[in-house]
Nanobody
Framework: VQLQASGGGLVQAGESLRLSCAASGRMFSNYNVGWFRQAPGKEREFVTAIMSSGGRTYYADSVKGRFTISRDNAKNAKSTAYLQMNSLKPEDTAVYYC??????????????????WGQGTLVTVSS
């Protein structure tokens, strides 16, 4: 599976962005998908995840109610996951990464649970 994240940019506080994670390779629908972010000088942190089975979603407390993850499990070799980000804040500024992997549900927040990573897309929120 190859992942490519896009959609980042510079926005003002309170505005919205939608990130996309284009996946190539078969069986993407079988993978759990997550978004992580890394701000300058900080460790990579969990943002949100969506499970392959049942579509259950999980969010970090800092984005709950503002961000929404979704996925399009196309039947062909290309599928896409999305991260809709509303009411953006300056503290949301970071490089955002999408990731995919097989793992037990309880491990959704751990970067080591994910086998495949996109290259990252920069989101900058100005105050």
């Amino acid at each position: 599976v190859q992942l490519q994240a896009s959609g980042g940019g510079l926005v003002q506080a309170g505005e919205s962005l939608r990130l996309s994670c284009a996946a190539s390779g078969r069986m993407f629908s079988n993978y759990n998908v997550g978004w992580f972010r890394q701000a300058p000088g900080k460790e990579r942190e969990f943002v949100t995840a969506i499970m392959s089975s049942g579509g259950r979603t999980y969010y970090a407390d800092s984005v709950k109610g503002r961000f929404t993850i979704s996925r399009d499990n196309a039947k062909n070799a290309k599928s896409t996951a999305y991260l809709q980000m509303n009411s953006l804040k300056p503290e949301d500024t970071a490089v955002y990464y999408c990731a995919a992997g097989y793992f037990v549900v309880s491990s959704y927040y751990q970067p080591k649970s994910y086998n495949y990573w996109g290259q990252g897309t920069l989101v900058t929120v100005s105050s």
